[in-house]
């Protein structure tokens, strides 16, 4: 492992899934979907936490990414099929059933929070496999 390349990508994909976050979750999705599930979030939270959790997640991330990378195309393209991949694997099983599992957890918010996972994991990828390139 490179460790130069792996820090870099990991704050470079911490900070680009913030800013998407920020963008889909906070202003996107909020108003035709949260807003209407409000009770299903915490209101005395903080964005710090979000923002910990993709810098969490980013290191995961292109560590795995890191160690699979040899398995796709090189450079933006073979970064956004692995966070394709990754998005996909993380998000739809986690979240199709959450309806099921949770008192006021719609079908709607499950399929949003797995779409928006996904275009996470394909954004993030993408850095990477560019970053990662050589």
Do not use: C
């Amino acid at each position: 492992m490179n460790l130069k390349k792996f820090i870099i990508a990991v704050l470079a994909t911490g900070v680009v899934g913030t800013i998407y976050d920020l963008v889909v979750n906070g202003f996107l999705l909020e108003g035709p979907v949260y807003s209407k599930h409000m009770s299903l979030f915490r209101q005395d939270s903080s964005m710090l936490w979000l923002t910990v959790a993709n810098f969490v997640a980013a290191l995961v991330f292109v560590w795995v990414y890191d160690k699979v990378k040899s398995s796709f195309s090189e450079g933006w393209k073979g970064g956004a099929t692995y966070g394709l991949y990754a998005g996909i694997l993380i998000n739809f099983p986690t979240w199709i059933f959450a309806h099921l599992l949770f008192n006021n957890f719609s079908y709607i918010v499950a399929w949003a929070i797995i779409l928006s996972g996904i275009g996470w994991g394909i954004i993030a990828g993408a850095v990477a496999g560019a970053l990662y390139k050589n």
